[in-house]
């Protein structure tokens, strides 16, 4: 029982810590590191608060040193996954019956370990087990991560507090239920925030969690499953399952209960799960919400007035770094003539130079792929691109996968604009240009727009103010994150909320109250506090 009506601290997004040279934090980070490469690990599957060990194995290794496993963890299937189901069916009530203040305690306080104690565990583990720069996941595991605790309890109050209008002689209020039944997270390999903010923003919300972390991130999961424990999360609110995305999908899919899924990963994958549950859909209880993330070919296009300096710095930070593994991250770009040499030698110049090799380093920018299926992927398309008529390498191009799965920023330069590399997701390291004639500015932000499925982020670049509107209305659906004058990755939580439509995704919002409604059902109550105590209305009298 709640006495108060409470206001939760106000958040502020997390100062990004820079681990310049000499710094303590530097150093704490790397014997960090140090000490989890010194320590295999293995990792259970986590249901109804135990550790659950299935003996069928998988092992994680850092991509940039994949001989070096870091640990073995355990993979589930049915019966894993409907032990996970029943408890957090069991768990339900009890979690959403506490009062919104206590659940939001819970990650106010995940928030504040994973700033102190959790901090370099969390960020080491994702640099090792994702192949993340210091920076990359300092502004992931940490940064973003604890902007979502913070945030999202400050938008669930913000929520609580809408309440419809009551006339005279009543009081209308409006309950913000949780789900009826359990929330399905299934996390990507690529942004640990990500998979931590999955399976707990329902869970702020009062629902219970069955987690399919990507078998590439669950090093990292492991430890988020440390936090949530330390952090006072009661027992079945999450319950993570590893396993492969058949093994534990499926039967998740199936189950009557199935109230939601919070999801974030390839197109194909959410395309397949929603026509499961479309085809499940007489068995549920009720309807569940789809919420889905699912990638991007995002672009730049830039006009004639646009700074080329700042064109091609935004061109390889927003391509380039982690690897080009980011939904938002730049891979089609499109330069107009008169501003092409300029770019095109500061990419061949600034390209050339950039360090990349083991994370631990800290001078490099970049590290590996996250695996062998895609190192393969981007070595065939820039093979591809070799060998074409329509495209040429103007920069990398090299790929090495002796000792880890290392691909160079690769620049494509293609006079096809529906060129393979300018419609698909690669997800890697391979930027694509194309060179248009300056006149044909209008004429190209239309082929922009008609070019890929996507429509998650996108970027211009002009000085000219009616050339930058040209583009906000033209390209007003091909993205759901638009930049003006800037890279069109980075999105700060509660500055620039993250989604996009189209073949990208539902379009929630995460980062913003917008994804908590996902994961509420409101219910109307009004109170009439002197009914009526006859059922005759005045119209119904006699004329006299």
């Known amino acids: 029982m709640s006495l108060a009506l409470s206001r ?91 009062p919104w203040e206590a659940r939001a305690a819970v990650f106010l306080k995940a928030a504040d370990l994973l700033q102190g104690p959790y901090r370099d565990v969390l960020n080491a583990a994702t640099m090792l087990g994702q192949s993340k720069t210091c920076h990359q996941a300092e502004i992931d595991s940490a940064c973003e991560l604890i902007d979502f605790f913070r945030f999202n309890v400050a938008f669930y109050e ?71 424990k330390e952090a006072g999360l009661p027992d079945g609110v999450i319950n993570l399952v590893t396993g492969s995305g058949a093994d534990v999908g499926d039967p998740v899919l199936a189950h009557r209960q199935l109230a939601g899924v919070h999801f974030t990963g390839s197109t194909p994958v959410f395309h397949r799960m929603w026509r499961t549950v479309g085809a499940n859909i007489d068995r549920y209880a009720g309807y569940p919400r789809l919420v889905g993330e699912t990638g991007g070919k995002d672009f730049i296009v830039a ?12 061109m390889i930070r927003g391509a380039f770094e982690y690897q080009g593994q980011k939904c938002s991250a730049a891979s089609r770009a499109y330069v ?29 920018f970049m590290g590996a792929v996250i695996d062998a299926a895609s190192f393969e992927k981007q070595r065939s398309a820039i093979e591809e691109a070799r060998s074409s008529p329509d495209a040429s390498i103007l920069v990398g191009g090299a790929c090495d996968d002796s000792e880890g799965w290392f691909v160079r920023p690769t620049v494509i330069v293609t006079t096809n604009p529906a060129y393979r590399t300018m419609c698909e997701e ?36 002009a000085q000219d103010r009616y050339a930058i509107e040209q583009g906000l209305d033209r390209l007003r659906n091909a993205a759901g994150n638009f930049y003006i004058n800037d890279k069109p990755t980075g999105a700060v939580v509660g500055q620039q909320p993250f989604g996009g439509a189209r073949a990208s995704g539902t379009n929630d919002k995460a980062g913003s109250l917008l994804n908590l409604l996902r994961w509420i059902s409101p219910r109307s109550i009004k109170e009439t506090f002197v009914p009526p105590r006859q059922y005759a209305y005045p119209f119904m009298g006699e004329d006299r």
């Open 336 to 364: 107009p003539d008169t501003l092409w040499p300029q770019v095109r030698d500061a990419l061949v110049a600034q390209v050339d130079g950039i360090a990349m090799g083991d994370v631990g380093e800290f001078s490099n």
């Open 426 to 461: 690669l997800f890697g390291p391979v930027l694509t240009v194309h060179v248009y004639q300056a006149p044909h500015w209008v004429e190209t932000l239309d082929v922009v727009d008609r070019t890929s499925p996507y429509a998650l982020t996108g970027a211009i670049f």
């Open 303 to 314: 006009h004639a007035s646009a700074d080329p300096v700042a064109l091609a710095t935004a």
């Open 158 to 228: 913000q929520l609580l507090r809408e309440q419809p209008q009551s006339s005279p002689g009543m009081w209308n209020r409006m309950e913000h239920r949780p789900l009826e039944g359990f929330v399905f997270a299934v996390s990507p390999f690529n942004f640990t925030s990500i998979a931590g903010n999955l399976p707990t923003a329902p869970a702020l919300c009062g629902n219970t969690v069955v987690w399919k972390p990507a078998s590439t991130a669950v090093y990292s999961a492991h430890f988020l499953m440390k936090l949530f």
């Open 8 to 98: 939760v601290p106000v958040p502020v997004n997390e100062p990004v810590r820079g681990y310049a040279p000499g710094t303590a934090e530097r150093a704490s980070l790397k014997r960090a590191l140090a000490d989890l490469s010194a320590n295999r690990v293995e990792m259970p599957l986590v249901i109804d608060g135990r550790d659950v060990h299935t003996g069928r194995m998988g092992q994680a290794v850092m991509p940039h040193r994949h001989a070096h496993v870091l640990g073995t963890f355990h993979q589930g299937g049915a019966a894993e996954v409907d032990a996970a189901i029943e408890a957090a069916l069991r768990a339900r009530r009890d979690w959403a019956a506490l």
